[in-house]
């Protein structure tokens, strides 16, 4: 069974740039997941999607960050414009009807 | 304050010896407990889950004190693939979102 993927791996992109990130969670999986973690903090959550659903946004850090989930499959998160602070690994994490959350293998993400 | 919080370490080790992590959580509604294992530059992956009665996974013990709010995990006879980075995750409770909160992680480092 595939894992959860992530594109791309790596991004660095200048100050007041857009970046768009993309996941494929896991086939089946309703329920998908973003996370970040910035340099010497915890990963953090910041939102989590039931199909085409934003089931809970509360983690996303302002009105910069954009994602969707359309059609239900993949799902994008975009950054616009990208400010310094948004340097960091982007997780995706995606779950079935079990509580277990798989993770994918994160972008890393750096704004100069 | 943190709504998890662990030990940074490192924790250098020999090989074979007996370490234990421990973690705290702030959300006394708290529902489920897991700990994750994060390689260098690597996703967090499920090591165990963590139940009120205590739980063990071959040489990996995992431990929970609800009324200290308290999260323990021990690795006997430590192996040099068990350097990793230990995550402390906690689901709050409350709302369907099943989100993760994480703490910082504590550093692994097996010595041989």
């Known amino acids: 069974e595939a894992g959860v993927t992530q594109f791309p791996s790596h991004s660095v992109i200048e100050k007041g740039q857009t970046v768009t990130l993309r996941c494929d969670p896991i086939s089946g999986h309703d329920n998908l997941y973003w996370y970040r973690r910035v340099m010497g903090k915890e990963i953090k959550f910041l939102l989590h999607?039931?199909?085409?659903?934003?089931?809970?946004e509360s983690g996303m850090p302002n009105n910069r960050f954009l994602a969707e989930r359309t059609g239900g499959t993949y799902s994008t998160l975009k950054v616009q414009p990208a400010e310094l602070e948004d340097s960091g690994v982007y997780f995706c994490?995606?779950?079935?009807?079990?509580?277990?959350?798989?993770f994918g293998p994160g972008t890393r993400l750096l704004v100069l | 304050r943190k709504e998890v919080e662990q030990d940074p370490g490192p924790f250098n080790v020999p090989e074979g010896a007996t370490v234990a992590f421990n973690c705290t959580y702030s959300n006394s509604a708290s529902q489920s407990f897991f700990w994750y294992r994060q390689d260098c530059r690597k996703e967090p992956k499920l090591l165990m889950s963590?139940?009120?009665s205590g739980n063990e996974d071959g040489r990996f013990t995992a431990q929970l004190n609800r009324a200290s709010q308290y999260i323990s995990l021990l690795i006997r006879d430590s192996k040099l693939s068990d350097s990793a980075t230990y995550l402390c995750?906690?689901?709050?409770?409350?709302?369907?979102?099943?989100?993760?909160?994480f703490g910082t992680g504590t550093l692994l480092a097996v010595q041989p």
């Open positions: 999607f039931v199909k085409e659903s934003k089931q809970d």
């Open positions: 963590v139940y009120s």
């Open positions: 994490a995606s779950r079935g009807p079990a509580e277990t959350q798989y």
């Open positions: 995750v906690v689901r709050p409770g409350g709302g369907a979102t099943n989100k993760l909160i």
